[in-house]
């Protein structure tokens, strides 16, 4: 899994790099907010994975209560309440992850 999402990455980065030289070019940008922007353009990114990868969690698990939403602690529909609660955890520390991620890539 790991391995595979680094791949991935190293993959987006060469893409994205690409990208804003071009982007670059076309409008001459100053350094810093080249950085900024990419930055945000890969918490988007990052975003919309973790968003699709909970979705998945949730529609795979079985559900023995009747719910329409199983999001955080509001109503527990799949399994048992410890079981919404690492989920919910999963979420927070994949935030942390990429923030800190995104952090480091910022510094430089």
């Known amino acids: 899994m790991m391995k595979v999402m680094m791949k991935m990455m190293k993959v987006m980065k060469v893409m994205m790099i690409k ?9 001459k940008m100053k350094m810093k907010t080249m950085l900024m922007m990419k930055v945000m353009m890969i918490k988007k990114m990052i975003m919309r ?5 909970l979705r ?10 009747s719910s ?7 109503c527990t529909g ?14 927070a ?3 942390a992850h990429w ?4 952090e480091s890539l910022a510094g430089r």
């Open 49 to 53: 994975k973790v968003m699709k990868k």
């Open 78 to 91: 799949g399994g048992s309440v410890r079981e919404e609660g690492r989920a919910a955890a999963r979420a």
């Open 56 to 65: 998945m969690k949730r529609t795979r698990t079985t559900r023995t209560k």
């Open 68 to 74: 329409t939403t199983r999001r955080g602690r509001t």
């Open 93 to 95: 520390a994949a935030r």
């Open 99 to 102: 923030d800190v991620f995104i």
């Open 19 to 27: 990208m804003m030289i071009k982007m670059m070019m076309k409008m």
